[in-house]
Nanobody, 115 residues
Framework: QVRLVESGGGLVQAGGSLRLSCAAS????????MGWYRQAPEKQRELVAT???????HYADSVKGRFTISRGNAKNTMYLQMNSLKPEDTAVYYC?????????WGQGIQVTVSS
């Protein structure tokens, strides 16, 4: 069983920055991928950024050049540095991990960008 807990969300003005953190616990040694997704009101959940087990990173076009995903040295932590935030980045952000054959999700954390 894998448990994911996000932190670091909040309210920020447009152009500002936030750093999201995800702490993982449980059997994560065989994780095949991890990343961040987000869901805005009345929209489908969408990919923000992912890291594959081999280290390949993928970003959604909408966040390229502004967001940076990274893993902590302890490997049970993951971060999303968000710069130059826009009102359209407002959403609930979810930490995601794929372990063996299962998807795991955090509870989500609100990010609100005011104009």
């Amino acid at each position: 069983q894998v448990r994911l807990v996000e932190s670091g969300g909040g309210l920020v003005q447009a152009g500002g920055s936030l750093r999201l953190s995800c702490a993982a616990s449980g059997s994560i040694f065989s994780a095949n991928g991890m990343g961040w997704y987000r869901q805005a009101p009345e929209k489908q959940r969408e990919l923000v950024a992912t890291i594959a087990s081999g280290g390949t990173i993928h970003y959604a076009d909408s966040v390229k050049g502004r967001f940076t995903i990274s893993r902590g040295n302890a490997k049970n932590t993951m971060y999303l540095q968000m710069n130059s935030l826009k009102p359209e980045d407002t959403a609930v952000y979810y930490c995601w991990m794929f372990v063996q054959i299962s998807n795991y999700w955090g509870q989500g954390i609100q990010v609100t960008v005011s104009s």
